[in-house]
């Protein structure tokens, strides 16, 4: 494992009792983090990733570092043909996934993003659930990932390491589920809301995509508010809608007044698990990668397109009439009154 920050801490937690993969090695540039993780874990820590692969006959990494690091260090290991897992987001521009993509092809390995709300047993199975066509035509998707944090001081809300604000931060997570659920997408808009923690980012947006099948989305992103959401998908067909939820999934049939309860909700470190044994798996020529490679490259790719959508900033102006109508009246107005009177 490389990085042994925050999201390192699910990947200890999730390879704990693992049949199908072997925590063995940690590399942190902190080296003191690295040795800290690797102790409760009993595996040897490093202060490179370059030192960690030169002692170690490893056959595959997870890349737990911050996004504009991916490239390099994912790089470095599909050289050397050992099998990548990397963080969310793949990369932060469209040519460094390609040539990822490109050199996992090419020396033979596997390369896949993690992106754990794929993992989750109840997105796995509202997936089914859209696909058996119990809920008719799917005609819209609504997801929101929003809770308050404190990115001041973080390295998320720094354009140079993380490429954006929350949109890549926590939008790759969403434009990974719309493209789960609605396959490719074809059309992309982002709107802006305020920034009340003045960072230099964007902190709240709202994701408006059309899938090439015509169905349409939209995704409420934020650090600055929590939307207190007891689900995080909801999905409606013409026969009825499905609801993925943190402590609780159910669908509901038009033809029915009752909910159908299929899940228990979200559970992290379970999700962590699922990745790694789909990943352990798909090295071991056992099953297919949840997330492709090419999946991992049009996320980058949507989320590309989502910025430039998001710089372009189109918006249609309201006529002058309605913004006179909900203020005070104008004398133009007025006197449009009295002669229409
Ligand atoms: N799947 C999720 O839900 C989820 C949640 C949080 C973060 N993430 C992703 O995980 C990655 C890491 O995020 P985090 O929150 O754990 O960050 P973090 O800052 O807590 O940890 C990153 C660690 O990487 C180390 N590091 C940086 N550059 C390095 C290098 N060149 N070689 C070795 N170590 C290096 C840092 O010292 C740090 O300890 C990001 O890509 C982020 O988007 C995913």
Not at 46 to 70: Q, R
Not at 270 to 277: E, K, N, P, T, W
Request: with cysteine; aromatic share 8%.
């Amino acid at each position: 494992m490389i990085g042994a920050g925050s999201i390192a801490q699910a990947y200890a937690q999730a390879f704990e009792n693992s049949e199908t993969a072997q925590l063995v090695a940690v590399a942190d540039i902190r080296f003191s983090a690295a040795k800290a993780l690797a102790e409760g874990l009993g595996c040897r820590s490093y202060d490179s990733y370059e030192a960690m692969a030169a002692e170690n006959g490893l056959d595959a990494v997870a890349v737990c570092t911050p996004p504009v690091t991916h490239p390099e260090i994912c790089l470095y290991f599909l050289e050397r043909k050992v099998h990548v897992l990397c963080e969310k987001p793949l990369s932060i521009d469209v040519s460094s996934a390609r040539m990822m993509l490109g050199t996992a092809k090419r020396c033979g390995v596997k390369l896949t993003m993690a992106s754990k709300f794929r993992y989750v047993e109840d997105v796995v199975r509202a997936k089914s659930i859209v696909v058996s066509g119990i809920l008719g035509e799917i005609i819209l998707f609504e997801n929101a990932f929003t809770s308050r944090v404190d990115m001041s001081s973080r390295w998320n809300a720094d354009i140079e390491v993380s490429g954006g604000g929350v949109l890549i931060d926590n939008g790759t997570h969403s434009v990974d589920l719309m493209r789960y659920f609605l396959g490719p997408l074809a059309d992309v808009q982002v709107v802006e809301g305020k920034r009340s923690q003045g960072l230099a980012v964007e902190e709240t947006v709202r994701i408006f995509v059309r899938s090439t099948s015509g169905v349409m989305g939209s995704s409420d992103l934020s650090w600055s508010i929590n939307k207190e959401l007891d689900s995080y998908v909801n999905i409606y067909g013409s026969q009825g809608t499905v609801s993925v939820g943190w402590k609780e999934s159910k669908y509901r049939q038009s033809s029915n007044l009752d909910w159908v309860v299929f899940g228990k909700g979200y559970d992290k470190v379970d999700a962590f698990r699922r990745q790694i044994v789909n990943f352990s798996r798909a090295i071991a020529g056992e099953e297919q990668l949840l997330i492709t490679a090419e999946d991992a490259l049009a996320s980058v790719e949507v989320m590309e397109a989502a910025y430039a959508a998001l710089r372009q900033n189109r918006w249609t102006a309201v006529s002058r009439r309605e913004i006179c109508d909900h203020a005070k009246p104008s004398e133009e107005l007025i006197i449009e009154a009295r002669n229409v009177a």
